[in-house]
């Protein structure tokens, strides 16, 4: 993985610069060099945990199309990777085969340049601050609610997913980037998801009681 200690400016996530500047340099270093996962979480520091859970997140969210089965499949990688912020670690583990798993330079250059316009976008009204709501003790809390979504999804509950994933993107682009105000608007999302979780298991157990008792008398 990246040594850490010699990291050019461009690709260092202490640097101040934004995430797109990191990981367009991390892309744009040619073939010779091929993009390992563990170099782009190495390159993020402190906000490679909101990246890691983003990239699991954002199949289950909308422009994204619908895939049988994969809030099933990316639930879980959400769960450990909030039980690993919510003990303190920071940076996201991941096993020594994982992390040096490397990834087709060509195909990521192709698929970043296609969705920067909009991370670009995003990033405009994203910027550092109230920065209480993203200190370590916070995003500690804050994965809490992340794990609990993570299992949510991971779970098979139809039209389940939807509301919990927009959640946990909100609250990862905020602790990616510092901006408590994203938080804030996480934590209402939250509200929202955690109602509509509720709202949902309360139906569904009145549906199997109805047909338990229907059915099986």
Known sequence: MTDLAVLPPELDGNSGRRASTIISAL???????????????DALHERAFGMAILIFVLPNTPPMPGIPYVSSLTGVPICLFALQLIF?????????GAARREIPQRR???????????FLRVEKYVRPRHLALTSQFAERLLAVLIFVFGFVMA??????NLLPAWAITLLALGM????????????????????WTAALLIAGEQVFQWLKATFLG
């Not at 073939?31 to 170099?39: H, I, M, T, Y």
């Not at 303190?88 to 020594?96: N, V």
């Not at 779970?155 to 389940?160: C, K, Q």
């Not at 990616?176 to 109602?195: Q, T």
């Open 27 to 41: 892309v744009e270093r040619g073939e010779s060099k091929p993009l390992r996962v563990g170099d782009l979480l």
């Open 88 to 96: 303190g670690m920071h940076r996201p583990w991941l096993p020594a």
């Open 108 to 118: 990521v250059r192709t698929v970043w340049k296609r969705i920067l316009p909009a």
């Open 155 to 160: 779970l098979p509950i139809p039209a389940g």
């Open 176 to 195: 990616m980037e510092r901006d408590g105000r994203l938080v804030i608007a996480g934590l209402i999302a939250s509200a929202i998801a955690l109602a």
